[in-house]
Structure formats: C-alpha cells, structure tokens
C-alpha cells in the first residue's frame, strides 16, 4: 500500500470540554480533517525569551535537522482503519517526530502511532529501524517511542521553555510533510494560549498558533525557536482547503517535557479529575454538565454554578479551572469555591483520574 500522511484533526469548537474536567463536547468537523480550536485571550505579556544571539534558519536547521525523524506506521485494514477502504490487510501512514535522549526515545504525536502494528523510524541518512511504542497520551496527544540505535545515529535535540516564548518571535518547523523528510519551513509565533482539543476530546491549553507551514506528515516533528531549542510538537491545522492556511497549532514543549518524562518512566501518565463540563459561551467558569459519579457530583456541584476559587487561586474562566486542575494529581484535596444563586459557597473534594475518553 502507499504511503499516507497521517491526518491533522480540523474541527469547528461549538462547546467547550474542560481538559481536567471532562464533559460533552459538541463539534462540526471541517472538510478535509478534525482540529478544533478554542479561541484563548493572552492576559498579559511572556517573560522575554532567551537574550542568545538569534541562529538563521539554516543554522538552525544544521543544528536540528539530524535528530528529526520520519515515522512510518503499519496499521490493520478493515472497516476500523483511519484510512478507510475496508476488506482487511494492511494500510500504511507517515508522520514525524525528533530524539528526545541518547537511549533511543522519539516524542511524536499519538495520532501519528494510533493502531500501529508496526512501526518504521527513518534517520536523515536514511538509516531505518523498527521501534515500539513506550507510551501514549490521548490527553495530550503526544507518544514516546524507542528505537535500538547505534549512539552514532541519535540526534537528542534540546527542549526549550515554551513559557518563555512571545507573540511575533520567529520559528521553524522541521518534518515530512507528504512523505517529504527534512522539510524546513519557518514563521513566526501567532499567537499563544491556545486551547486546542485532543484525540479524547480533552483540551489541550497554552497551545503554540504559527504561520510557518506545517502540513499532513508534519504531525509529531519539532517547532523549534531561534535558538534551535525544540519549543512545541506540531499537531493541528486549521484549515477549510484540508492544506496549509498559516494557522498551525504546537503542543507547548513544557507539557511534552512533563509527559514525555512520566511516559519512558511507567509507560503511562495520570491526569487529575474534576467532572465538569464549561459553557464556552459564558465569559466566566460557569459548569455547563457534571458528570455522575465524579467529584464534582459527590461534592454536590450542579449546572449552573460559576467557579470562582480553587485552594485560593481566582478562577475567571474555564481555562483558568483547566489549568489549576491540571498542575494537580490524581488524589489530591482542593477546596472550590463557586456561586449559586448569588451565594458563593466552598466544597472540598478529591480530585479522581481522568477517564481515557
């Protein structure tokens, strides 16, 4: 079978799903993909980036471009396949990914590796090996992989601070987009605080939006800054030609350090709970549905109510509750303090494991 680039997902958001929480979401898909985009507003100016004398992009790319792969994933035919056409046997789909450490490991996206039976890493020398996978997050749409390598053929490409980052500082993007290995494309950073949505319908907060061109194939390579440093996984595309339009989302490189690591350690990472979905059309964190047999259901929260506190930090939206839920873990205790009927109350509970979907 031919090739194909594994697909970006490109939706129209019409009602938000709260990363930590949970919820129903609601969705139109576009024509040509699934990526959904949430509109997020920057509150305040980042924290300037590194003062490092700015690399061009063919210094950078000299400096990056032997640790970025391209991954070539096996998957079972059948009605079940992401690539339709029925009838059993095999099907095969293309993305990107970079080294992570010398032992082998290589960050992609989650989509990218979804159903593999197999699984192809092709180096910039066009060196190729099997690799298994390590790990996956639906959460966050990220993966580890591991490929046994000789030391000589491993690139470990350096993870920056993506919270460092400003809107207008240049970028690059690295991958195969269309099968196309060690393409080099570069923009600019569009926006940030992006909240995009995961393969479980999960949010993804503080997502990177660039201009620089990322297309089918690109999913799961490195956007890195001027300093060459990895800053993001290219993920999303939001598009109505199912092509490059300029808007391109990243996986900031702080969330992919934190996963990546709790993957290659247990092969597994677990996110924090709550039980709520937020109206996306209300200005503050106001719950849209509470999911039964959660904490939030159990501490008594209903439809309606605006969360405005949680263990003393102030919640003005649900963004701002995805965020707090999500610096925490499974089994820790919070108090939250929300508004009914003009009255604000404050419940403990703790907070439960996210489910996969």
């Known amino acids: 079978m031919p090739r194909r680039s594994r697909p970006f997902i490109a939706s129209l958001l019409a009602a938000a799903c709260l990363g930590a929480g949970g919820g129903a979401v609601a969705y139109a898909t576009l024509s040509g993909g699934d990526t959904v985009v949430k509109q997020v507003t920057v509150k305040q100016a980042e924290s300037v980036a590194s003062s490092s004398a700015p690399l061009s992009v063919n210094q950078i790319y000299r400096k990056t471009n032997r640790g970025v792969v391209e991954i070539t994933v096996t998957t079972s035919g059948g009605d079940n396949s992401p690539f339709g056409g029925g009838g059993g046997g095999t099907a095969q789909a293309q993305g990107s990914g970079w080294v992570y450490d010398s032992d082998g490991h290589i960050v992609t996206n989650d989509h990218v590796v979804d159903g593999a039976k ?157 039980g709520v979905s937020i109206d996306a059309t209300a200005a503050a964190a106001r719950i849209a549905e509470i999911r039964p047999s959660t904490p939030a259901a159990g501490a008594g929260l209903k439809a309606g109510d605006v969360v405005v506190e949680v263990d003393g930090k102030a919640i003005s939206s649900g963004d701002d509750l995805t965020r707090v839920i999500d610096a925490h873990k499974p089994g820790d205790k919070i108090s939250v303090t929300y508004k009914r009927s003009g009255s604000e109350h404050t419940v403990s509970l703790t907070l439960a494991t996210r489910p996969s979907s």
């Open 118 to 274: 197999s699984i192809s890493v092709r180096f910039w020398n066009g060196k190729t090996y099997s690799a298994s996978v390590v790990g996956t997050d639906q959460s966050t749409d990220l993966a580890v992989i591991k490929v046994d390598a000789p030391s000589s053929e491993l690139h470990p490409l350096q993870v920056g601070d993506s919270s460092a980052l400003q809107v207008g500082d240049g970028v690059v993007a690295i991958g195969s987009p269309f099968g196309l290995e060690g393409t080099v494309t570069s923009g600019i950073v569009s926006a940030l605080h992006r909240a995009i949505t995961a393969p479980n319908n999960f949010t993804i907060n503080d997502s990177i939006q660039t201009d620089a061109a990322i297309n089918h194939g690109n999913s799961g390579g490195p956007l890195l800054n001027v300093q060459g440093q990895v800053i993001g996984v290219n993920a999303q595309i939001k598009s109505d030609s199912n092509g490059n339009e300029g808007v391109g989302f990243s996986i900031p490189s702080n969330t992919v350090r934190s996963i990546a690591s709790q993957l290659i350690s247990s092969g597994k990472v677990e996110h924090a709970y709550l």
